[in-house]
């Protein structure tokens, strides 16, 4: 059971894994309680990891907008699922060295940037992220070649997007199309798979038990976290909250990230690492 409101028995914090969109920003508007609280926490010298979904920004389109609203961070606090869709590819297929991408330029650049070719010729990999030029063409393009036996892989699960005036498909509504067609299941790389926590626990190099992972999404977020074996906060400032009794609920449920109490630095002493 979730303990909510203040005065709550907060883990002693060695470091924090935050969702993005939702925690920090809601679209293209920060959220103030959360710039103060990240501001506090960075004074305090514990470290943060961004993980993010979306494959649609690089890190340092990620730094640039957090940045302009007041929060200087640098590319490596920033763990995208494109970023991670890349690191898989290396290092669970080592000898693989085409990739068909379907997806935005960012994603194509990550997988680019493992020393990877984007190709549609002979693709031994597929990697399917949100495209908004997606075409009929690119999906034929991805059966063809899962049918003809390269590994399929999707950068996240979020069938539905908020935008300003509505909603739109999220990657995983297209990624869903073409597994659908092919009857081939696809390794998922984002939120609630753990992939992304682990690759930010390895950049901060803090223990499980005493790393805080923040988001707003009990689907995506909090099972994200608690699969990896982290305390866990629920902060109601992004999408509603829907209730599902199947899912495992968060540790902590706050309004506003001033509740998260992150005890200070003790002078003189640095924060524990895992070696
Ligand atoms: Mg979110």
Redo the contacts with the bound molecule.
Sequence with gaps: MASTGSHLNWPPVDGIIS?????VYRGNAAIPDAMEAFGRWQAAGVPVCFVTNNSTHTPGDVVRKVEAFGLAIAPKDVVTSAITAAELIRAKYPDVTRVYVIGAPSLVKAIASVGLETTDRKPEVVVMGLDRQITHEKMRTAVDAILNGAAFIGTNPDLLLPTDNGFEPGAGATITAVAAATQVKPLIVGKPETHMIETALSRLRTARSSTLLI???LQ??IQAGKRAGLPTVLVTT??PVREDPSLIPPDFIVSSLREVEVPPMIAGSSRQRRA
């Design positions: 969702d993005l969109d939702g925690v988001g707003d999404q995506t977020d992004g999408v």
